[in-house]
DNA sequence: GGTATTAGTTTCCTTAAAGAAACTACTTTC
DNA sequence: GAAAGTAGTTTCTTTAAGGAAACTAATACC
């Protein structure tokens, strides 16, 4: 057997690790996949709104996610001109196209969930 | 138009807020993805190995990583009987399901760089 | 004028994540 | 016996992430 001096380098492979990063470091943090979650669901969204419907989030990382969100060409902010002053939120088209990868990322869960249970391999993690 | 308490506790909601939770827990940090990626093209592979593969990890950080991972059994740990003892890391049935997430998640980001380079908006991330 | 709502920002603080360098312990080779 | 390779662990330090509470500023209602 030959030993070859492993490492991915080859072409294709960088570009996927580097895709990779690009898509996480866009969707890091506690609160970006739960926000984009919640305007899936209800096309538009107020600040007031989000902020009750993200279940634990303060006004300050609200703000400070919808921001970078925002930077990322995700989602759209709308000021009304309303009595009070609203500001609507909402997906963008690119915001949309991550449909596919929180479904993806939804079903694994829901199915890695009843492995653990049907294995009941003395469920450590996931309480 | 009526206004109604919106917020989605409707059923299969919650359940797939706390799936996509459940999901980003177990592949938080910096490192899971680029470790599972690197387990996924060679099959096997030795810490050292991971080391090297891993551009810019550290010991600690790869061995605690590892660790979380076979918690969660998406990795199988193998002492082999040799000479200077060696450790074999591999992906298990159940890591490996975690492919079609890594494919979407990697195509988003590519097709997401071509927007971003199409439109030209003055590039802002992602340099 | 006092209270409430809108959409945030500012300040201060705690905890978690990450990294660098040194160290353990065992074996093999020179 | 010294050097190098295996697989990590330990210690120490820095940086990033996250949160609570108070605050601004505009408008509307009573």
Redesign the pocket.
Known sequence: MKKEALSSSSSGCKTRILAIKDTMEIL????KFHIIGSLMLFEKL????LLREVD??????L??E??DLEMNHLIR?TVLNT??????YELTDCGRTLGPIIDEIAKWGITYRKTLYHKSETSESLV
Request: net charge positive; aromatic share 8%; hydrophobic share 35%.
């Open positions: 890091t943090g506690k609160w107020r600040f007031m709104e634990g989030i303060g006004a300050k990382m703000s400070k919808l921001q902010r009595k009070p002053l609203t500001v609507e």
